[in-house]
């Protein structure tokens, strides 16, 4: 497993942009394919982005494609969301997940396969 921290959060007015970071702890993370969530506020927790162990496979929801993306860099252990053109409806709080089990070649997306979560951050947009 591995521990996350994310952070980057906050109010920003529609169309504008944030970043969102997950810093991992623990061996595991280079091992572990990541992925971001959101809960919405009355909606259940969906996938967001996800990414594979070496960066190279990433998969996104249909409502984020083509705004947000998702990176990583093992040497730091961070994980990030670069969101752009935000819109009210991505109002939520992000999460930040790791699969430890995930294999080199392929993307985790099911959120009952990943074992570790950071504890969330706000993200809130205003038209």
């Known amino acids: 497993q591995v521990q996350l921290v994310e952070s980057g959060g906050g109010l920003v007015q529609a169309g504008g942009s944030l970043r969102l970071s997950c810093a991992a702890s623990?061996?595991?993370?280079?091992?572990?394919?990541m992925g971001w969530f959101r809960r919405a506020p009355g909606k259940e927790r969906a996938i967001v982005a996800a990414?594979?162990?070496?960066?190279?496979?990433?998969h996104y929801a249909d409502s984020v494609k083509g705004r947000f993306t998702i990176s990583r860099d093992n040497e730091k252990k961070i994980v990030y969301l670069q969101m752009n053109d935000l819109k009210p409806e991505d109002t939520a709080v992000y999460y930040c997940?790791?699969?430890?089990?995930?294999?080199?070649?392929?993307?985790?997306?099911?959120?009952?396969?990943?074992?570790?979560w950071g504890q969330g951050t706000q993200v809130t947009v205003f038209s």
């Open positions: 990414i594979s162990r070496n960066g190279g496979i990433t």
């Open positions: 623990g061996r595991a993370f280079s091992r572990s394919s």
């Open positions: 997940a790791g699969d430890s089990n995930a294999i080199l070649t392929a993307v985790t997306t099911d959120a009952s396969a990943f074992e570790s």
